[in-house]
């Protein structure tokens, strides 16, 4: 199965501010990458498919890049929402899987 | 707006069979394929399984052997068994939603954590 590599584990930011999260693949995925924020006692809510289409409803400084291996999510002025937990998921080989988190926290 | 709903025990023994109902409202399980995932305490989300109503079901390889996933159409609702359970099976276990598959997951539930104690 493909494993996903998320980078940092951890990033401190303050509001405002710019964040840029990484996700790499163990094998090329093509597009066939989405991303997902939780917020602690909260289901996963999708960000971003096919690596850079904003899903429904999701502000436009939110905004996804890459392919490959190599992506990248980038939150270009964070609010105070924007705290939380985000996730990669590979769904270009079956079975899909997701990488380990990277939590966004308040500098 | 499609909603999820999963129900079901909250604990589970360990050897026992774990057994969740995902309802779903503003939508049909006629369409679309249907997923459960789970996420251990402190750990990644894991894909378990997903069905597509005509019955075609897909298992993660590493559970295949312990896990049954079905649809029940005319109460709009699929289910998932999980046998043979050991206290690495405790997790916050979610219901989906996927738009094809294999694909990403557009609609989730709100997840119902499971704990596996005797």
């Known amino acids: 199965e493909i494993v996903m590599t998320q980078s940092p584990a951890t990033l401190s930011v303050s509001p405002g501010e710019r964040a840029t999260l990484s996700c790499r693949a163990s094998?090329?995925?093509?597009?066939?990458l989405a991303w997902y924020q939780q917020k602690p006692g909260q289901a996963p809510r999708l960000l971003i498919y096919g690596a850079s289409t904003r899903a429904t409803d999701i502000p436009a400084r939110f905004s996804g890049s890459g392919f490959g291996t190599e992506f990248t999510l980038t939150i270009s002025s964070l609010e105070s929402e924007d705290f939380a937990v985000y996730y990669c998921q590979q769904y270009n080989n079956w079975p899909e899987t997701f990488g380990q988190g990277t939590k966004v926290e308040i500098k | 707006q499609v909603q999820l709903q999963e129900s079901g025990p909250g604990l589970v023994k360990p050897s026992e069979t774990l057994s969740l109902t995902c309802t779903v409202s503003g939508g049909s399980v006629r369409s679309h394929y249907w997923s459960w995932i789970r996420q251990p305490p402190g750990k990644r989300l894991e894909w378990i399984a997903y069905?597509?109503?005509?019955?075609?079901?897909y298992y993660n390889p590493s559970l295949k052997s312990r896990v049954t996933i079905s649809v029940d159409p005319s109460k709009n609702q699929f289910s998932l068994n999980l046998t043979s359970v050991t206290a690495a099976d405790t997790a916050v276990y979610y219901c989906?939603?996927?738009?094809?598959?294999?694909?990403?997951?557009?609609?989730w539930g709100q997840g119902t954590l499971v704990t596996v104690s005797s």
């Open positions: 069905i597509y109503y005509s019955g075609s079901t």
């Open positions: 989906a939603r996927l738009p094809a598959a294999p694909y990403y997951f557009d609609y």
């Open positions: 094998q090329s995925l093509g597009s066939d």
